[in-house]
């Protein structure tokens, strides 16, 4: 968590990504669910607003499905905080229509879709 607390967020999105591609390969749907998370807060910080928003979404889809907690609800003061400053954030600056727009395109992404997504750093 050091990358993205200390604002390198290019570093944090490699090191989320890395470690989302390991929970899922070992079964661990939750922790694939809040790298994706993490994933989302760091390409917020790099200014990528709709990837941000849309993986945000697809981790808070897949949480309510299985009955998890919802990563941008987690009951952690730095998460917390962090949620607040890149999602919330994000959805500030973006306003509301086209988060709508970009958090339902993200509702509609599979665990893997949404994992192969946050894993390719091209795309926004």
């Known amino acids: 968590?050091?990358?993205?607390?200390?604002?390198?967020y290019i570093q944090s999105e490699k090191e989320y990504g890395k470690s989302m591609l390991l929970?899922?390969?070992l079964?661990?749907?939750?922790?694939?669910?809040?790298?994706i998370f993490f994933v989302a807060m760091s390409v917020?910080?790099?200014g990528r607003h709709a990837k941000a928003l849309r993986l945000n979404a697809?981790?808070?889809?897949?949480?309510?499905?299985?009955?998890?907690s919802v990563p941008e609800e987690f009951e952690v003061t730095f998460v917390k905080e962090l949620a607040h400053k890149h999602i919330v954030g994000t959805r500030q600056k973006v306003g509301e229509l086209q988060t709508m727009k970009y958090e339902e395109k993200g509702l509609?992404?599979?665990?893997s879709e949404a994992i192969e997504y946050a894993l390719d750093v091209e795309t926004d």
């Open 44 to 46: 917020a910080g790099q």
């Open 23 to 25: 929970a899922y390969k």
């Open 58 to 68: 697809a981790a808070t889809g897949f949480a309510k499905a299985n009955e998890f």
């Open 27 to 35: 079964g661990d749907t939750f922790q694939a669910c809040m790298e």
């Open 1 to 8: 968590d050091c990358a993205i607390l200390e604002e390198q």
């Open 108 to 111: 509609t992404l599979s665990l």
